[in-house]
């Protein structure tokens, strides 16, 4: 949090871009299996993917559904070379260096995250581990076995565990995302865990499925499974998928992969590191021992009600119109998201409705895991920096999602406060229509449930900030999100020393540029 005013170690580290890390696993020797695609319907939209019905019957995964899922969250599926103010624009047109979207938003566009698939005996394949590229859309088969009891043995007494035999585990490659924000790598690698997670979740709410996550577990033992080490790339969460199948269900007490009289199964295929140089840095190191998941260690189902948002201010309130729907199907709209880097142009104000459309997305972003269920109140609020919204004044103001109304914080155009607090030049905010910041308690909820929850508090962002981003594609606006910013000036200018809300990072919302110079070439 004060890393604008106290610089992070080391200061003087500069990203070694000629030996950077791949953005992705290699396996060599490994063949791939294609994956479907998958066929999204138009009913699918945006809406029901943010806001599902509650009276729609859920539904198991296919095959197609979850090569569909894996495709416009986490699949390589275009390049991309638009004339923006980031930093690395003038090395986009070599190929080494080349820009590959994503449905999904990752911080600094590295994707450490790598996907496994732990398919059991009612799958469509064979049993055992395999590895998601994103490159190829396609599975490299690590391991042939049932080792689903292991993955059931390390959830603990999990009721969502004892229903299926069908697993995502998310693991976390940390030097493919600390080669380049070294001690600041861990605060960012744990939102993007929630980035791919809230994906998964507004991908799959949309045609009725669920996808649950867990964080609480004993992660040892999934980490010896893949053959990782925890400091190095550890699993983060697992997703017990809900499998569509005339299989008699897993009973829950396989133990046949980990009997005693036979050792422990683990994949011998090990992922081949570009870099010549690996470095490691004492900070992340420390944040990873001090958060590695055991399920011994899972939250009481209520522990995090002393940690929720604090009620909103009595005052007065300035009534939104009603949210404008987002028709979009998800697909389209993953594959529109992407981050706009000083694009933005204030000519054009947006309208209210479709302020209220981002901010009831960003609000109702909710990671509900083993120890934050739907039963509770939300952890994050969102507050919002109007600079040109028709019929909005300009002022920091605080979101009341129940009555859909803003409440004034402070008064006046924002916009040089925002730019004084800002350390990069990829965006002038004052052209941002505005600029959404999500808070979090995050002292209460590590007083309410441990260190791991610091990956909880980050996950939560991390959704926060995928639902804004596909909220603003669907509604044919311009989103980028970012976390250099001076943090305690943003808790000093919406008062929230008091409530202990921290921001943790800005989402800029807008009208882009009308007809800019761009390139974009889609591969699937």
Partial sequence: MWRGRVPMEPVDFTPDWGDAPR????????????????????????QNGLHPPTDRPGRGFTLPTLGGMLLDSCATIGRRLGVQANTDLAALPSYPHA?????????????????????????????????????????????????????????????????????????????????????????????????????????????????????????????????VSAEDEGIFAVVPLPWSTTAAPPTGDDTRASA????????????????????????????????????ARRPAPDALRTAAAVAAVPGPRLALPEPRPLTVDVRTALRRRRSSFGRFEARTPIEAEQLAALLAASAGARFDTDAAGPHLP??????????????????????????????????????????????????????????????????????????????????????????CY????????????????????????LELADSGEYPLLIMLVGHERPDPADFRYELV
């Avoid at 063949?31 to 999204?40: A, E, I, K, S």
């Avoid at 004892?162 to 976390?172: A, E, N, P, R, S």
Wanted: net charge positive; aromatic share 10%; with cysteine.
């Fill in 260 to 295: 005693p009289d036979r050792p422990a199964p683990a994949v011998r295929h090990r992922d081949r590191e570009r870099s010549r140089r690996v470095l490691t840095f004492d900070a992340p190191r420390r944040m990873r021992r001090a958060t590695i998941g055991y399920a």
């Fill in 23 to 46: 953005k992705g696993r290699f396996f060599p020797g490994v063949d791939l299996l294609p994956l479907p695609t998958g066929d999204v319907p138009a009913t699918a939209s945006v």
């Fill in 378 to 467: 939300p952890l994050t609020k969102v507050y919002a920096f109007v600079n040109h919204v028709r019929n909005v004044p300009p002022g920091a103001y605080e979101y009341e999602p129940v009555s859909n109304a803003l409440r004034l914080v402070r008064p006046g155009p924002p916009g040089g406060f925002l730019q004084r607090n800002y350390f990069l030049a990829n965006y002038n905010l004052e052209q941002a229509a505005a600029v959404l910041v999500p808070t979090v308690r995050t002292a209460a909820v590590l007083g309410a449930v441990g260190d791991r929850g610091y990956h909880l508090v980050n996950a939560t962002i991390g959704a926060v900030a995928q639902n």
């Fill in 470 to 493: 596909t909220a603003a594609s669907a509604a044919g606006l311009g989103c980028g999100v970012a976390l250099g910013f001076d943090n305690i000036s943003y808790v000093e200018e």
């Fill in 99 to 227: 820009n590959w979207f994503r449905g999904t938003a990752s911080g600094g566009g590295l994707y450490p995250c790598a996907v496994y698939w732990v398919c059991g005996p009612s799958g469509p394949l064979t049993p055992g581990v395999y590895h998601y590229s994103t490159p190829r859309h396609a599975l490299a088969p690590l391991l042939t076995g049932d080792v689903t009891g292991v993955v059931r043995a390390a959830l603990g007494d999990l009721p969502a565990a004892t229903g299926t035999d069908q697993f995502l585990l998310l693991g976390v490659k940390m030097w493919q995302n600390a080669f380049k924000y070294n001690s600041f790598s861990y605060h960012a690698v744990t939102m993007d865990v929630g980035t791919v997670v809230q994906t998964w979740r507004i991908w799959a709410q949309a045609q009725g499925l669920r996808v649950d996550p867990v964080l609480w577990f004993d992660e040892e033992p999934l980490n010896r499974l893949l053959g």
